[in-house]
């Protein structure tokens, strides 16, 4: 998938649990957990504005897109 979350970074930067993270912005740890491994197939605007919010970040921060090699051209 060429969208990336780059969730664990933050966190590890911030000296931030995923637990503390899903307490802070109102989700269960679950939740959390699949956005974290890149398992999520959306995100509502509200929780990347939590996010960004807790983190102090950017939500190019959160997100990152790397396209997938084209084999064609390889």
Do not use: Y
């Amino acid at each position: 998938m060429p969208i990336n979350v780059k969730l664990d970074d933050l966190l590890h930067a911030r000296r931030m649990t995923l637990t503390e993270l899903a307490e802070r912005i109102d989700l269960t740890l679950a939740n959390v957990s699949i956005l974290k491994t890149g398992k999520a197939k959306a995100i509502r605007f509200s929780t990347l504005e939590a996010i960004c919010r807790e983190l102090d970040c950017q939500p190019g921060d959160v997100l990152g897109f790397e396209p997938e090699a084209d084999p064609a051209k390889g």
